[in-house]
């Protein structure tokens, strides 16, 4: 099993930037593919973004493609979120999962670790 533990977040004006940090510990993390989700106010979590194992593959939700960049540095055991061009939209509470394939993944289904998440709220 992974534990993670989510920083980074903060409140920033729109346009502005943040970049979270998921440190994970225990020995499965460089062969996990790693994701972050987020979940606003009163809606459900949803999917933000994914990267493989190897770092080769990386997935992200529509609402956030070329604004954030998912990366992940295996000797540090820790995956980042950069975020750019952040939008009043994008205020949420930010989520770093482990899944259980080395593949990216999109579904919440397939992630079997998460952390406590980071708060993120973005004013206009």
């Known amino acids: 099993q992974v534990q993670l533990v989510e920083s980074g977040g903060g409140l920033v004006q729109a346009g502005g930037s943040l970049r979270l940090s998921c440190a994970a510990s225990?020995?499965?993390?460089?062969?996990?593919?790693m994701g972050w989700f987020r979940q606003p106010p009163g809606k459900e979590r949803e999917f933000v973004a994914t990267?493989?194992?190897?770092?080769?593959?990386?997935y992200y939700a529509d609402s956030v493609k070329g604004r954030f960049t998912i990366s992940r540095v295996n000797a540090k055991n820790t995956v980042y979120l950069e975020m750019n061009s952040l939008k009043p939209e994008d205020t949420a509470r930010y989520y770093c999962?482990?899944?259980?394939?080395?593949?990216?993944?999109?579904?919440?289904?397939?992630?079997?670790?998460w952390g406590q998440g980071t708060q993120v709220t973005v004013s206009s």
């Open positions: 999962a482990a899944a259980q394939t080395s593949m990216a993944a999109t579904r919440t289904s397939l992630f079997r670790s």
């Open positions: 225990g020995r499965t993390f460089s062969s996990s593919a």
């Open positions: 990267i493989s194992a190897n770092s080769g593959t990386t």
